[in-house]
């Protein structure tokens, strides 16, 4: 094993980085099976929304704990869909986390409802239920909670809130497939969950997502709206025991998702706990070595939570260090480690800022977290090696900056 000096001369100033080759912050794991199974779905002749979309739906409630799954091409098109299936629209608000992905807020406005931010607790940056209570009005008409890199919200907190006010729960899960919450999994408590397939995720169809839900008649009309309200799809009407007509009820979207990317979540569901168990082993590796490093600190996992661990982003001790975060992540790029951040917040944007009429320094915790945040590259077939240089690189320049 390599053994990395600290003390080494940085890479941005003519030093050898810690490692030769770039490493990302995150990697597809597509494995044969994918592939084998998406030429069995080309070759079938059937590549639009039919049987695999209906099994992975079905399959990826299973997981869930839910009594339906609905396939659709994003967790953006879920949330969208789980708004409209829930009647929540114009006049209404929507109590979301300022620190999530724009998504959450963007169908929120599309609906013509408002979006009605929060802060993040200090530890998971999720939202903070106490704040939830308080932004409560007479036109609020639904949570949206987002389980910020995997790890679930603090839902004891927040479903008897949601239940004392008959509002529903829309959980954002776009990271958190894979995670439980007092041994329950995530997909079975909140009204309706929406999970992302996207291409870094960990599970991925390229693009996708799902909705689950416990209630038949919110299954039924998220199935309508996510295909043009029209109570037959093509699978109903195109087989040889199909019927040409159909009928439409609702005005609905279209968000189906294809077979073809279909397959690949199936190939990939085979492998799921596989993946989530070097997930897991990874991050156990990265908090070994971190914890050597004062100036960042690890994410924590609350008591009673299984962490999906989508992301691995850690916070920077800035009193420790001479440089912002900006820089640290320059100069982790050119030791060839490849980061993100996780989240700009969205009151940030000027979109928001504006729409919203929010000042910065409205949420204090979630812009201390995005001036410290850094996430680090996680994905199941990283190496430990990998881990070893993500950390060498951090403590070369953690040392080279220190206050
Ligand atoms: C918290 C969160 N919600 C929603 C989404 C949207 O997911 P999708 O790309 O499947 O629409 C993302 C995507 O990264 C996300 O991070």
Known sequence: MTVHDPAAPLASAGGTPVR??????????????????????????????????????????ELGGAKHGIAVNSATGALH????????????????????????????????????????????????????????????????????????????????????????????????????????????FATITAFSFYATKNLTTGEGGAALTQDDALAERLGLLSLHGMNRDAWKRYTAQGSWYYEVTVPGYKYNLSDVLAAIGLGQLERFDASQRRRAELVALYHRRLAEILEVRVPVTRPGVTHAWHLYPVALDLDRLTIDRARFIEELRAENIGTSVHFIPIHLHPHFASSLAIAPGRFPVAEDAYRRAVTLPLFPQMTDRDVEDVCAAVAKVAAHFRR
């Open 20 to 61: 030769d080759t770039y490493l990302p912050i995150a990697i597809p794991w597509i494995g044969e099976r994918e592939k084998q199974l998406v030429l069995e779905t080309l070759d079938r002749g059937w590549i639009t929304t039919g049987r695999n979309a209906q099994e992975l739906g079905r399959r990826v409630a």
């Open 81 to 188: 869909l789980a708004l409209v299936a829930l009647g929540v629209g114009r006049g209404d608000e929507v109590i979301t986390s300022t620190y999530t992905f724009v998504a959450c807020v963007n169908v929120i406005e599309h609906v013509g409802a408002t979006p009605v931010l929060v802060d993040v607790e200090p530890d998971t940056l999720c939202m903070d239920p106490r704040a939830v209570e308080a932004a409560i009005t007479p036109r609020t008409r639904a949570i949206l909670t987002v389980d910020y890199a995997g790890h679930p919200c603090d839902y004891g907190a927040l479903l008897p809130l949601a239940e004392r006010h008959r509002l529903p729960v829309i959980e954002d899960a776009a990271h958190a497939l894979g995670a439980t919450w007092q041994g329950r999994p995530v997909g079975s």
